[in-house]
C-alpha cells in the first residue's frame, strides 16, 4: 500500500466524497449524476474527493466490455476524465487505478489514472493500488491544540459476489489488512455504510478502549440495462456516500 498525507486547513468538519465506477465512454454511464457530484463537492470549501478507481470504461478488446458500444474511444474517454476532474484537482485526496484502467495495463504496460494524475498536477495523490490516507486538520481541545488525524485505508477492490450480504462481507475483510478509523471499497455498485465497533486493548494505561470503524462501499454512476441486466444483476442507488470527519472531537459519520 501507499502512505499519503495530507495537511488541511482548521476546518471544524471535514466531508470526504469517494468517487468511482464513473465508468465514462459506456452508453449508459449517467453524466447528469457525474456533474452533480463535481457541484455539490464545490458547493463547500471543506469537501474532498477521493478518486477510488473505474472512472473510464475502457472497453478493449480483450475486456469482456462491448467495444463496440462505446460512447467515446478510450483516448477520449481519458480527455473526458481530466475535464471532468480539472475543476476538483485541488480537492483530490487520492487517485487510483480500478480494474477498467487496469486492463490497458496488464495488455501494454501503461497506467491510465497515473497519466491523468500526472495532467492535472496531481501525482503525489496517486497510488497505483491500495493507500492509506492520513488526513489531519481542524483543532483539537488538548493543551497542544493540534490539529485531528484520522486513517483512510481503501482500495478499488474486486469480487463480492452477487448478493448484497457477499459484498458486505468483502468490505469488512479490509479491516483483516490493517487498523484504520474508515475503509473504503468499490467495484461492486452498491452504496453502502456499515458501523463496527470493538475494544482495542491499551497496555500502556491497563484498560480497554472502545473503537468505532466506519466502512464504505461506493455507488456507480451507470443506469440500469447492459452488462449489469445481461447477466442478472439488480438495479443498484447512484446515491454516493458521503464522509463526515470532525476537526475537534474526534468523531466520523457517513451518510448517503
Known amino acids: 500500500m501507499k502512505i499519503i498525507k495530507h495537511d488541511l486547513p482548521q476546518f471544524d468538519t471535514l466531508e470526504i466524497y469517494p468517487l468511482a465506477d464513473v465508468h465514462i465512454g ?3 454511464h449517467d453524466k447528469k449524476r457525474a456533474k452533480q457530484f463535481i457541484n455539490e463537492v464545490l458547493e463547500k470549501e471543506n469537501r474532498y474527493v ?29 480527455e473526458e476524465t481530466v475535464n471532468l476532474l480539472n475543476p476538483i484537482k485541488d480537492r483530490i485526496l487520492v487517485i487510483t487505478e480500478g480494474n477498467h484502467e487496469n486492463r490497458t495495463y496488464k495488455q501494454d504496460g501503461i497506467l ?6 500526472q495532467r492535472l498536477g496531481i501525482f503525489d495523490c496517486y497510488s497505483e493500488g491500495a493507500y492509506l490516507l492520513f488526513v489531519k486538520f481542524g483543532k483539537s481541545q488538548g493543551r497542544d491544540c493540534r490539529k ?109
Open 148 to 256: 485531528m488525524p484520522y486513517a483512510i485505508y481503501g482500495k478499488h477492490g474486486s469480487g463480492g459476489g452477487r448478493k448484497v450480504g457477499a459484498k458486505a462481507i468483502r468490505l469488512f475483510e479490509m479491516a483483516e489488512v490493517i487498523d484504520a478509523d474508515i475503509f473504503i471499497h468499490s467495484h461492486t455498485h452498491v452504496p453502502m455504510v456499515l458501523r463496527k465497533t470493538f475494544f482495542r486493548v491499551d497496555y500502556r494505561n491497563e484498560k480497554a478502549t472502545q473503537i468505532e470503524q466506519i466502512f464504505i462501499n461506493t455507488n456507480g454512476f451507470l443506469n440500469f440495462g447492459g452488462y449489469g441486466e445481461e447477466k442478472g444483476f439488480a438495479p443498484t442507488s447512484t446515491k454516493y456516500p458521503k464522509i463526515i470527519l470532525n476537526g475537534i472531537e474526534r468523531e466520523v459519520k457517513a451518510l448517503i
Open 26 to 28: 459506456d452508453p449508459l
Open 50 to 78: 477521493i478518486v477510488n478507481g473505474d472512472i473510464i470504461n475502457n472497453a478493449v478488446k480483450h475486456g469482456v466490455s462491448d467495444v463496440y458500444a462505446e460512447e467515446l474511444t478510450p483516448n477520449q474517454q481519458i
Open 112 to 117: 491510465i489514472m497515473y497519466q491523468v494524475a
